[in-house]
């Protein structure tokens, strides 16, 4: 079971946004999508599970298209949607209640909706947060819940859009250490950044620029790529970046380190 997307192409009033896309994601897969600001990564975001309609092209989830409207609540079960602010997708003051919303509104029967909601915060790490107001949480803790109330719903794949971007540091490291545990657990996962170094552990990543793929392939091939990402507008991420200045100072790298403790391992070892 895969989402496949086929020559997507969308517009807005007659603008073109996005062309030709093409890509696969199959569960248990983790695909990032980066670019910079105005490429069309938003626009993807709400394309995947269906709240915007493809122009030309199409999007077909589990062997269902987004286009078939009579599916609609299908689509969006599969693919879960996480948007950039959590603010603007959390509805409920407390915990449990927000990650309720969702399952309440399926017409589940109460016992299970108490299953779905341990489950789901379990998953995030929030299990002893519930009873809390969500006005008292931090934006990591916000944006967790967020997840929690689309895991609720039991989708085979997600997608995030800027998830992180709104948040410090440790934030950040909290919602990409869920997403990492999801992708162990089967979800597919499509996470969409321009924090390059969150996407160390992708299958693979899809630069997108001015609408189009430009470039796809492993997080190695990708965020050792400089002069592809500087062409784009994008930062190396930091250890990739300093990986190629040691090579360059003639420290030998067999494979390039993405991430500290790559680093250290080759360094030390």
């Not at 002069?227 to 494979?255: M, V, W, Y």
Request: overall charge negative; hydrophobic content about 40%; charged content about 25%.
């Amino acid at each position: 079971m895969s989402i496949e997307v086929k020559n997507l192409s969308f517009d807005y009033e007659g603008i073109s946004v996005l062309r030709d896309v093409n890509f696969q994601i199959d569960r248990g897969e983790f695909i990032g999508i980066a670019g910079p600001n105005g490429s069309g990564k938003s626009t993807l975001a709400r394309c995947l599970n269906g709240i915007f309609s493809p122009v030309k092209g199409e999007v077909v989830v589990d062997g269902i298209s987004v286009k078939d409207t009579s599916k609609q609540w299908i689509i969006r079960q599969t693919v879960g949607l996480v948007f950039q602010n959590p603010d603007n997708q959390l509805v409920a003051s407390i915990v449990e209640e927000d990650v309720a919303f969702g399952p309440e509104n399926l017409g589940i029967p109460p016992a299970i909706i108490r299953e779905r909601v341990q489950y789901a915060l379990e998953r995030v790490g929030l299990i002893n947060e519930r009873k809390r107001p969500v006005s008292s949480l931090s934006g990591g803790q916000k944006q967790r819940v967020a997840i929690a109330g689309i895991l609720a719903m039991r989708p085979e794949y997600i997608v995030l859009d800027e998830p992180t971007s709104m948040l410090d540091p440790v934030g950040r490291k909290e919602v990409l250490s869920t997403v990492l545990q999801l992708k162990e657990e089967g979800v597919g996962i499509i996470y969409i950044t321009h924090h390059l170094e969150e996407l160390v552990y992708a299958d693979k990543i899809i630069l997108l620029y001015k609408g189009e793929v430009f470039k796809e392939g492993s997080a190695r091939e990708i965020l050792t790529d400089e002069e592809t990402l500087t062409r784009i507008g994008l930062e190396i991420p930091e250890i990739p970046a300093l990986s190629l200045r040691l090579k360059g100072l003639g420290i030998d790298f067999n494979e390039t380190p993405l991430t500290i403790e790559e680093m250290v391992n080759v360094l030390f070892n």
